[in-house]
């Protein structure tokens, strides 16, 4: 759901979890808050403390959400499905060599 999001060019706020991790490029880590390029991250996925001030401080700054939804859209794209299968193909086929070569 994040990387559709991000695709659509919306600002993100998630948990910090594997994936959102990376596709979130985190910046400031803060107490319970991670600022990131594109939004926001909790760091405990059920700290419904923490999903409110982040939702609460991104509402707060309107400006910066177009910014936040142009970078997640810019991220995306290097997670297309073009992209990711050119770069498992380079992967299957650098092992398949390495197989002949032994």
């Known amino acids: 759901a994040p990387m559709e999001a991000m695709a659509c060019g919306l600002p993100v706020l998630c948990s910090n979890i ?54 997640n859209k810019t991220r995306a794209e290097a997670f297309s499905s073009e992209l990711v299968e050119e770069k498992m193909r380079e992967i299957y086929e650098r092992l398949i060599n390495n197989q002949i070569k032994h």
């Open 18 to 71: 594997r994936g959102n991790s990376d596709l979130m490029e985190p910046l400031v880590p803060e107490d319970t808050l991670i600022s990131c390029t594109g939004g926001m991250m909790i760091q405990k996925a059920d700290d419904e403390d923490a999903y409110c001030r982040a939702l609460t401080r991104l509402l707060s700054e309107p400006e910066k959400l177009p910014r936040m939804g142009s970078a």
